[in-house]
């Protein structure tokens, strides 16, 4: 089902998806469009690391009823591979603590793993 937070940036870039998993945190995804893509076709690197930080800080926000307000204070990025138009990206975050310390996540393209992110958020609410 789409993301039920919504927010004109998101609905720019969007839809992001999320699954419920039994009991584990949420995952995300997004299919990557032409809209989506750099020069030579590929998901251009800003959209994967746009949604890394939606993983990371809507999964982090949701680990608390009701949710938190989080802002992104930091987020750490490294790329291991790449996407391609029509591509389905899947995320899920490795939450450690919610609060003001790291949280990770990790972007997938089926199995193979092409993005790594941790981010430090401060929490507004």
Do not use: C, K
Request: charge should be neutral; avoid cysteine; charged fraction near 20%.
């Amino acid at each position: 089902m789409p993301v039920s937070r919504r927010s004109p940036f998101l609905d720019l870039v969007g839809p992001l998806w999320v699954r419920d998993s039994e009991g584990l945190d949420p995952i995300f995804g997004l299919r990557i469009e032409e809209r989506h893509a750099n020069g030579r076709g590929g998901a251009h690197g800003g959209i994967l690391m746009t949604m890394a930080d939606l993983v990371l800080g809507y999964t982090a926000a949701l680990r608390r009823e009701p949710p938190i307000g989080l802002t992104t204070a930091s987020v750490s990025v490294d790329f291991a591979g790449s996407a391609q138009v029509g591509d389905w990206v899947t995320g899920r975050a490795d939450v450690q603590h919610v609060g003001r310390r790291l949280v990770n996540a990790y972007l997938s393209v089926e199995e193979r793993r092409i993005l790594r992110a941790s981010a430090v958020f401060a929490v507004t609410s």
